[in-house]
């Protein structure tokens, strides 16, 4: 039987949206395999602990504030794994979705290191889940369409607004507290409903996560509530008003008139 996880590979893990109990199982048993983990600033402590083994080195970048650019962080990766080490690399979420996985793939590719990926719940399938709605329904969204709001520093947020506006789909937008206000601009004046539901998720999954509801004209009044280093996911159209309105067990987020009221 090959071994999962040898000295000199890499294992990109997805650490989820932060519940440690939304953890795989597999990302637990790669967890207690590593000796060296290069996680996310956003990966909480809790997470963290289950490898009380590994040497712990921080990676993230938040808010533009970025403790390693992503060159050093591929070469610091690489140089681990070729001095026989189990490697790694500890991203929220999902690594695919929005995880920069590509060029650390293409920098272990160059140097002849093995990886693999493990993948985690990304933020929008915990936030539906919180939220009990529905990422997709039957005759009302039949598509979901994962976006970014986030663009280096200085430049537009470039996406095909137009047909954003046309699609009768699911809207799930990440990093998109900073650009609410262009989102929701854009996205009406391309033909979407000003009255589209709009749920917010911000610190999903994690004991002070909250949850908002509105309608998407009152979008960039929504995010005023939300602190700049607070993880935010904004999820956008018909199929998320159609679950029943409550959070993660402290009760029904009531709406009216584009307004909403905070759970959490």
């Known amino acids: ?3 999962e996880f ?3 590979m890499v294992w990109l893990v997805g650490a989820g949206p932060g519940d440690p109990d939304l953890l795989s199982r597999k990302a637990e048993r790669l967890l207690g395999r590593a000796d060296i983990i290069f996680h996310d600033a956003l990966v909480g402590r809790s997470i963290l602990a289950m490898a009380p083994q590994a040497e712990m080195v921080n990676v993230g970048k938040r808010a533009g504030r970025h403790s390693k650019d992503q060159r050093t962080i591929d070469r610091l990766i690489v140089e681990a794994a070729l001095a026989g080490r189990h490697v790694l690399r500890l991203k929220g979420g999902d690594p695919s979705i929005f995880g920069r996985s590509t060029e650390e793939i293409a920098a272990c590719a160059e140097h002849g290191v093995p990886v693999r990926i493990c993948p985690g719940i ?3 399938s915990a936030a539906a889940a919180q939220g009990l709605a529905s990422l997709t329904l039957r005759g009302m969204a039949r598509q979901l369409t994962f976006l970014t709001a986030h663009a280096r520093r200085g430049e537009a947020i470039e996406h095909d607004w137009e047909a954003l506006g046309r699609a009768k789909g699911t809207l799930a937008i990440y990093m998109g507290r900073a650009a609410a206000a262009d989102i929701a601009r854009n996205l009406i ?3 979407r409903d ?3 539901p709009v749920l917010i998720a911000v610190n999903v999954s994690l ?3 909250r949850l908002l ?3 998407l004209d009152a979008l960039a009044f929504l995010v005023r509530a939300i602190g700049q280093d607070d993880p935010t996911l904004l999820l956008i159209g018909e199929a998320v008003h159609c679950g029943l309105a409550a959070s993660s067990g402290e009760g029904i987020v009531k709406e009216a008139a584009g307004r909403a009221a905070i759970s959490g």
């Open 194 to 196: 000003p009255a589209t």
């Open 213 to 215: 509801r509105g309608r």
């Open 6 to 8: 040898p000295a000199g």
């Open 122 to 124: 990304t933020a929008a």
């Open 189 to 191: 004046a391309a033909g």
């Open 207 to 209: 004991p002070n996560e």
């Open 1 to 3: 039987m090959v071994e």
